[in-house]
Every structure is written in C-alpha cells, then in structure tokens.
C-alpha cells in the first residue's frame, strides 16, 4: 500500500480516499445502524457517543490503531452533529454530551481496583494513574472561557479525555465495563 511518508508524497489522494470510505463506511455502521441516536429529555435527536464508542470496542478484529482513532471520533462526530438544526439549542445538545460521558464516568468509575496484579512497573504505574483519576474529580474547574460554546468545548474535552482514562484504566485491569 502506498503512504505518503514512504512515497515522498505521491500517494496522497489514493490514501486520503481509502481511509475517508472506511471512515464513512465504519461510522455508518456504528452510529446509525447500531441505534445510536437517543432522544434526550427534549424532543431533539442526539448520536449516543457511548454506544458508537462500545460498538467499535466491541470489534475484535479491528487493529488497536483504527480502533483508538474510530473512539475519538465517535464523541467529535457526535459533538459534530449537535451543529445540525435538528439538534435544537447547540449549547444544550452539547451539554447533553457531556452529561451522558460524565454520568458514565461516575456510574463506573467504582468498578475499577485500587490495586491490579502484574509487574512491578505495571502495577505501580496503574496506581498511579487510578489516584491521578480519582484524585481529578472536578477537571471543569480549568474551564474558565468567556464564551458559553467555548467552556462548553473545554466541558466536553474533559469529559472525553476522563471517559478514555476510565476504559484504558479498565482494561488494564481487567475490569468489563458495560
């Protein structure tokens, strides 16, 4: 297969391509096909980022690479999608997002072990970070914008990058996280 870094940049619209149709293709699956569009407490559609993110975890024979990259954008094209005029209020749709992350978040958080089995390295590295988790109870402290849509953004960052720690600390430990 042809890539840009082994190419000197010949092949960039052929990989561009391929990779927006798996793209397209695998988010047309996860999110739609997979019921991932919930009604809030309003009348207003929203992609459920929880479910498109547990449909990609939930593909064996996807490479760890494509995986990660698939998570990360199941919030951002739900975030996407709160733009849409179907969505109602932009800011309440985002906040909505960042309710259904941080509920999620507090709900397992619990599941998860003080301690795990392994090496040295590895066992004092996830207690670590577990302490560093638990310890970061309030991250929207740091969002301090003027605008709303943009302490809204920071809300949804915190919120994502703590909903990621939750599931790599969970598989670290061997926890399954429903």
Request: hydrophobic share 40%; net charge negative; aromatic share 8%.
């Amino acid at each position: 297969m042809c890539r840009d870094d082994q190419a000197g940049g010949r092949c960039g619209g052929v990989v561009s391509m391929r990779w927006k149709s798996l793209k397209g293709c695998a988010f047309s699956v996860a999110v739609f096909c997979s019921g991932s569009v919930v009604h809030a407490q309003e009348p207003y559609p929203r992609l459920d980022a929880l479910a498109c993110f547990k449909a990609f975890d939930s593909i064996d024979s996807l490479e760890e690479a494509y995986r990660s990259v698939f998570q990360v954008q199941c919030v951002s094209m739900a975030a996407d999608y709160c733009e849409a005029e179907v969505t109602g209020p932009r800011l309440a749709c985002l906040a909505d997002l960042e309710a259904s992350l941080v509920d999620y978040v507090d709900a397992q958080t619990p599941l998860l072990p003080d301690q795990i089995d392994g090496g040295s390295l590895t066992s004092h590295f996830y207690e670590r970070r577990i302490k560093e988790f638990r310890s970061d109870a309030d991250p929207n402290e740091r969002c301090t914008q003027e605008r709303a849509l943009d302490r809204q953004i920071c809300r949804i960052l915190n919120a994502s990058t703590r909903f990621w720690a939750l599931w790599d600390l969970a598989k670290r430990a061997g926890v399954s996280l429903p």
